[in-house]
């Protein structure tokens, strides 16, 4: 089966997957190679196997599950789905104390798979290696639009998020004296 995309198409494969990027995204490759490389310690990325940086191939490892648009699309279950995202402020911290900021969290739909053992994110081709604390703020507000709170919980998610800003800050900073 082959799915295309903006950026590359995605072969599939009984055990892998094989994302071939177009010719003029080399850039695209580079992000993503670099964050699946700097976050395969996590299990929440899918595992590189081979890359072949002159044909902007990158052989992984093939992620199984079902896309987050469908567990909300057919859940009613709130605590169900606030145990997800749990899981998923979890990764963007992560995410965040590791410089890579995904850009999607506001849309996260298509890139969160899950199953029965564990949450993956993909699609990293549009990511930034940088050092500000962009992903969980991000989810958080997508969180609180999608249940609504937004409007009577601003203040608190603001300070929330500042609160999380410095404990990303002191945990990058731990020993640096």
Request: charged share 30%; aromatic share 16%; net charge positive.
């Amino acid at each position: 089966m082959i799915k295309k995309g903006k950026h590359s198409e995605v072969i599939i494969y009984p055990d892998f997957v094989i994302k071939k990027f177009k010719g003029y995204l080399y850039s695209n490759f580079l992000k993503e190679k670099t964050a699946l490389n700097k976050l395969k310690k996590y299990n929440f990325v899918p595992q590189i196997i081979e890359s072949i940086e002159k044909e902007l191939i990158i052989k992984m490892e093939k992620v199984e599950g079902i896309e987050l648009r469908i567990i909300i699309k057919n859940s009613n279950d709130t605590k169900f789905l606030l145990n997800i995202f749990k899981i998923i402020f979890k990764i963007c911290f992560i995410l965040d104390i590791e410089g890579i900021y995904k850009d999607e969290w506001n849309r996260p739909f298509k890139h969160v798979i899950i199953n029965n053992k564990t949450i993956k994110i993909i699609d990293f081709d549009r990511c930034l290696i940088c050092s500000e604390k962009k992903n969980l703020p991000q989810f958080l507000s997508f969180v609180f639009n999608f249940f609504n709170l937004y409007k009577d919980y601003k203040q608190t998610l603001i300070e929330y998020i500042q609160f999380l800003e410095k404990q990303i800050s002191v945990y990058k900073n731990f020993g640096k004296s």
